[in-house]
């Protein structure tokens, strides 16, 4: 059976850094394209960062570009978004998702996903 968890949200101060893991279980990670995606309250759920199974080619989005990083280990079946930087306004429910690819394919609509994880919620403080 497929699964994905996810860890590492946490209270933070604004200024600070969390690193959320996401592990998978019951197939191979490394086939699969990963995404990371948060949903605020009373907000839609958005894109974060993704991360390619074919070249491990990664995507950012919006506020995420130059303060959260992806990134995976094979070996681990894990793939991690560490967030530096944080503000307030990255408070939200973070969630893990996988979808299979076997080409340089990078998805950034939820909907594309196969597999969710139940997330981790990160608050940040001002």
């Known amino acids: 059976q497929v699964h994905l968890v996810e860890s590492g949200g946490d209270l933070v101060q604004s200024g600070g850094s969390l690193r959320l893991s996401c592990v998978g279980s019951g197939f191979i990670l490394d086939d699969y394209a990963v995404g990371w995606f948060r949903q605020a309250p009373g907000k839609e759920r958005e894109a974060v960062s993704l991360i390619s199974s074919y070249d491990g080619s990664t995507f950012s989005a919006g506020s995420a570009k130059g303060r959260f990083t992806i990134s995976r280990d094979n070996a681990k079946n894990t793939v991690y978004l560490q967030m530096n930087s944080l503000t307030p306004e990255d408070t939200a429910v973070y969630y893990c998702?996988?979808?299979?690819?076997?080409?340089?394919?990078?998805?950034?609509?939820?909907?594309?996903?196969?597999?969710w994880g139940r997330g981790t919620q990160v608050t940040v403080s001002s």
């Open positions: 998702a996988a979808v299979y690819a076997d080409s340089d394919y990078h998805p950034i609509y939820s909907s594309e996903y196969q597999y």
